[in-house]
């Protein structure tokens, strides 16, 4: 069954510190996708990466950055976390560039205090 | 800005009953449409895709369309089932990434 896997399900960081979340997938794809989602906003994308060291901001990427050395890791990165960064992150990757469907992880419940 | 709409934010039917989902696009023209499951704390699933050159198309019980006059795709469950409940999200992509609808939380009563 392919996957793509986050780290942690659930995260509790304190204001200011640097946090990161990890995800990997083993499905060879190409793209991967960081999302985070809060009610009533929906998923909004962070960063996208269409391949290995590569980098696009997407919506909202003000406060994140994230790292791709290796196909199929994709890491976001925090660098100094805040309340309002709060929310559910989502990972997905998918394949080449077009109409595919995404495979999303399960998703990284992060509280920060 | 590019948007997909869907305007119903519940939907709540009965259990036998065909369940239909509205999502709608504004200010682009999507090549495809794609339809996502999500349960409560999980992330989205995969369901269905379709490209504007089609019409219709349907797998098992769901059935899902494009009306690009109307703007419009419809997302059918024919025979809901209490296990059917979820949000679904409806996303439209181009040559670029996907535009996610905020969702549509649907519950089938018994």
């Known amino acids: 069954d392919v996957k793509v896997t986050q780290s942690s399900r659930y995260l509790v960081k304190r204001t200011g510190e640097k946090v990161f979340l990890e995800c990997v997938q083993d499905m060879d794809h190409e793209n991967m996708f960081w999302y985070r989602q809060d009610p009533g906003l929906g998923l909004r994308l962070i960063y996208f990466s269409y391949d290995v060291k590569m980098k696009e901001k997407g919506d909202i990427p003000e406060g994140y950055s994230v790292s791709r050395e290796k196909k199929e890791r994709f890491s976001l990165i925090l660098e100094s976390a805040s309340t309002n960064q709060t929310s559910m992150y989502l990972c997905?990757?998918?394949w080449g560039a077009g109409d595919y469907g995404y495979t999303f992880g399960s998703g990284t419940r992060l509280t920060v205090v | 800005s590019q948007k997909i709409e869907q305007n119903s934010e519940a939907l709540n039917i009965q259990e036998g009953k065909t369940a239909t989902l509205t999502c709608n696009y504004t200010n682009y023209s999507p090549a495809y449409l794609q339809w996502y499951r999500q349960d409560p704390g999980r992330g989205p699933v995969f369901l269905l895709l379709?490209?504007?050159?089609?019409k219709e198309k349907r797998k098992e019980r769901l059935k899902v369309t494009f009306d690009t006059t109307l703007k419009q795709s419809l997302f059918h469950i024919t025979a809901s089932q209490p296990a059917d409940s979820a949000t679904y999200l409806c996303?439209?992509?181009?040559?670029?990434?996907?535009?996610f609808g905020k969702g549509t939380k649907l519950s089938v009563k018994p």
């Open positions: 997905a990757s998918s």
């Open positions: 996303a439209g992509g181009s040559q670029g990434n996907l535009i």
């Open positions: 379709i490209r504007e050159n089609e």
